[in-house]
């Protein structure tokens, strides 16, 4: 049976999963691993036991997203969960997990540290990628050798933007220009969420492997909050991406 999950090449267990091999039915079918109390009570926390059993863990550590840049730093298992859009860790035995529906998850890798982001374009612009690295420098990671993998995310070709986006993004960075690619109806574009992402992680000295799967155009394989809205299907499963250093 192939794995719900896809990888990367980063050398500890981590997995990009798709909505396939959970429990959850309808619109959250079947691996929606998003806590925010819209599917069945009891179905996501099943359905995030299994994907952390997958790669090998018995404890997942998670976040409430807030499309932010702060970053929790995990060296034991919590309680409650912190306000955050990224974690690290230099402990074994923790499995650090984000989840999205066309924001871009990022993992990161050095040698006895670990990090996975959620980098939507809001996230991006305000840095949680670079956030990331630095407190994994603070954990003793040597910045020469952080690498990281962007998963599947909402790609260029599907992700349609107003003049809003472009302008939030310029802002931070004239040169961003190259992001956007002239969209089909006058005053709109399309951006390249996950080539930004990459060329910021790089502008940071850190590479990055880009998984080529589109969230948007999947709907077989993922949850797509964008996909949801244009069909007016609301609310929306989310997938899990998940790294940890081995138990």
Not at 68 to 87: C, H, I, N, S
């Amino acid at each position: 049976m192939t794995p719900p999950f896809l990888t990367a090449a980063l050398p500890v267990p981590h997995g990009f999963f798709t909505r396939q091999g959970g429990v959850s039915a309808g619109r959250f079918g079947s691996l929606n691993c998003s806590l925010n109390g819209r599917d069945e009570p009891g179905l996501p926390e099943e359905n995030r036991r299994r994907a952390t059993s997958a790669l090998g863990f018995s404890t997942l550590l998670g976040l409430v997203q807030v499309h932010g840049a702060d970053v929790a730093t995990a060296r034991a298992p919590w309680a409650e969960r912190p306000r955050a859009d990224a974690l690290v860790t230099d402990q074994p035995g923790l499995l650090l997990g984000i989840v999205t529906a066309d924001c871009a998850p990022v993992l990161f890798w050095a040698p006895g540290v670990v990090g996975a982001a959620h980098a939507g374009w809001r996230g991006a612009v305000a840095g949680v990628l670079e956030a990331t690295v630095e407190a994994m420098i603070g954990l003793g990671a040597d910045p020469a050798h952080i690498t990281a993998a962007i998963g599947p995310c909402i790609r260029q070709p599907s992700y349609e933007v107003g003049a809003d986006l472009r302008e939030a993004v310029l802002a931070e960075d004239a040169a961003a220009t190259s992001f956007f690619a002239d969209g089909a109806r006058p005053l709109r574009w399309q951006f390249d969420l996950a080539g930004y992402c990459a060329a910021r992680l790089a502008r940071r000295g850190v590479v990055a492997e880009t998984l080529l799967a589109d969230t948007m155009a999947e709907p077989e394989r993922f949850f797509s909050h964008r996909r949801a809205t244009l069909a007016q299907d609301q609310p929306v499963g989310h997938q899990l991406s998940a790294i940890g250093l081995a138990p």
